[in-house]
């Protein structure tokens, strides 16, 4: 059976994925601050569950610890927006842009490294969850869309160096998710996460070449 490690699984696109791998099989170690909402999603997908904050090093070890050396897909999907409603980079204060970057942006890469041994002995894969906010220049996004744009070029850069695992980095597109509502967007409008997901899932079921992918193409393909 193949395992995944998914952050930020209590919720939105996390959870989608959780539930599309768990159906298709997959063994699954999730993780989220919410320890109540992530225990919900492990009793529905039979996930290990470890609640915690992936800035925290401590925890990412608890996460690389219950992964083991068996891990066959890194998700890193946890993110923050930073600040909320989101300033105007004039007055974006050093400091949450830290905090944003050690989220999005540390923690994946800390995590990646944790796994990777183990990853390129197994020739797995890497699937880093980004935004169109990483490459489009939207006023008020430009701390959560600078830290995008760093994990896509981490992301680029580690595919160039992992010949034996997919990296793949990936923009699902809006979803109807706590987020998009957060940013103060009409998360109504937009899909449920469940559709990213499921075309998101191509990436895996059809190891995909290592590069950059849109959620909307994804589910566009034949
Ligand atoms: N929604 C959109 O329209 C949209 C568009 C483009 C890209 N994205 C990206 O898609 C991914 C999923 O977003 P979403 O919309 O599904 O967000 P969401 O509904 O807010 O869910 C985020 C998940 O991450 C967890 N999380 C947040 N910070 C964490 C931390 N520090 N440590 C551990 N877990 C953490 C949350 O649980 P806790 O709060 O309990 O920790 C929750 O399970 C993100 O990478 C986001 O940037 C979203």
Redesign the pocket.
Known sequence: MKTALI??????????LARTLARDGWNLVV????AA??SAVAAETGATAIP????DPA?RAALARAAGSGLDLLV??????GPTPMPRLASLPAGALADTFA??VL?PLALIQAVLPGLRERRGAILN?????AVEGYETWGG?GAS?AALEQLSNVLAAEEPDVAVWWA??????????R??G?D?DA?PP?EEAAAALHRLVSGRLPSGRYRAADLAAAP
Do not use: Q
């Open positions: 952050t930020g699984a209590s919720r939105g696109l996390g959870r989608a993780d989220a601050r919410d909402a992530l915690g904050d992936v800035a925890h890193n999907n946890a993110s923050t927006l989220t999005n923690a969850i980004t935004s169109d906010a959560y995008k923009d699902p597109g809006e979803m109807n998710t706590a987020m998009l957060a940013a967007e998360a937009a996460p």
